[in-house]
């Protein structure tokens, strides 16, 4: 019984902190509009987002892209659909996987340092600090996180689809050249992707980022239980984030793309 109650218990607390962090998130979004942000903070945050993170961004959809497109390119020859290859490719990077990877990334790398930062934070009575100094830790700590992942992140998804079809585009010229052209590959990009399809990927990554903020702050300043309790912050911080990140997307490209398309119409 007390093997089974153990669980039951984790999953209770876990809940318990999802609602506080959905509290937390709600709580940033009106404190954006009645408080002045915090610009130094920011910007830190900004550059920890952005910059810091565009290498392993732009590794990890290069890689993507030129997986996808040899998975692609020699089923749609074999059909004699070799003309779509490129459309398709962006169409996948474009609405699907250059916003959820790169999200993925982003999560992984600076949602798990928000949470053991701010645990840390926690623990050792810093926030406590902050309010004796009359100073709201949303506005300081939780408002710049937030900001520089909404921001960060769509600019983020926007290089990796650009390297991704680069990427996508050098295994055409380096393995299917005879049945590929460049331009055949270039010219089904310019007529299935629309820029709508661009626009949709960066609004799914700003609700990404907005998610691996809020989640990864609310884990940290909920921290309990001394260095044991900001590992498991940490680790639950992530987990969280990746559950969320894959169960809006889904919602999110039900709402933007379900029904039936013309994308690949436009590329014959």
């Known amino acids: 019984m007390a093997g089974s109650a153990r669980p039951q218990a984790g999953l209770g607390l876990w809940f318990n902190r999802l609602v506080a962090a959905m509290l937390l998130g ?33 590794v990890t959809a290069g890689f993507v892209g030129m997986v996808f497109t040899i998975q692609v390119a020699r089923e749609f020859i074999n059909f004699g659909s070799g003309n779509l290859v490129g459309g ?33 934070m ?20 939780v408002l710049p996180r937030l900001i520089a992942c909404c921001l960060m992140l769509p600019l983020l998804t926007v290089f990796s689809l650009l390297t991704g079809l680069i990427g996508g585009l050098g295994v055409i010229m380096a ?11 270039v010219n089904s990009i310019q007529n299935m992707m629309s820029v709508g399809d661009v626009i949709g990927g960066c609004f799914k990554s700003l609700i990404f980022g907005a998610m691996i903020a809020t989640i990864g702050c609310s ?9 044991k309790g900001v590992g498991q912050s940490t680790t639950t911080a992530v987990v969280t984030s990746l559950l969320a990140i894959f169960v809006m997307n889904f919602f999110l490209s039900w709402l933007m793309f379900q029904g039936t398309g013309s994308a690949l119409s436009g590329g014959m």
């Open 219 to 227: 884990w940290g300043l909920t921290t309990t239980g001394g260095a």
């Open 88 to 120: 398709v490719l962006a169409i996948a990077l474009s609405r699907e996987l250059t916003p959820v990877l790169t999200a993925v990334v982003v999560a992984g790398r600076v949602g798990s340092a928000f949470a053991a930062e701010l645990g840390t």
């Open 26 to 58: 709600g709580q940033a979004a009106l404190h954006l509009f009645k408080t002045k942000v915090n610009r130094r903070n920011t910007l830190e945050q900004m550059a920890v987002v952005g910059p810091d993170s565009l290498t392993i961004a732009l």
């Open 175 to 185: 393995l299917y050249s005879n049945d590929i052209s460049r331009y055949m590959f």
């Open 122 to 141: 926690r623990v050792t009575e810093q926030i406590d600090a902050l309010y004796i100094l009359k100073t709201d830790p949303i506005d300081y700590l």
